[in-house]
């Protein structure tokens, strides 16, 4: 079985936890943030199972293998 580092961003909207991994665009949520990560590690195993079994694993893993990743915070005006 394949390891994958990834980034798990989570906040709070009203009374949940958001959790979202910004490399693959999915995302889940819990009532703690420890609710919220775990949620987000299983969606993400189904995510990288179903994309193994469609064959489109191989598109995706320039984004979750590099060994060189970067986030930063970004400040944005918006009208």
Do not use: F
Request: include cysteine; charged fraction near 25%.
């Amino acid at each position: 079985m394949k390891r994958y580092h990834l980034t798990a961003v989570i906040w709070k909207e009203g009374r949940q936890y958001v959790s979202k991994c910004p490399e693959l665009g999915v995302a889940s949520y819990g009532g703690t943030p420890e609710k919220a990560r775990a949620a987000l590690e299983e969606a993400l195993a189904l995510y990288l199972a179903n994309a193994r079994k469609l064959g489109i694993l191989k598109d995706i893993e320039p984004a979750i293998t590099s060994a060189k990743r970067y986030t930063t915070p970004l400040d944005i005006a918006a009208a």
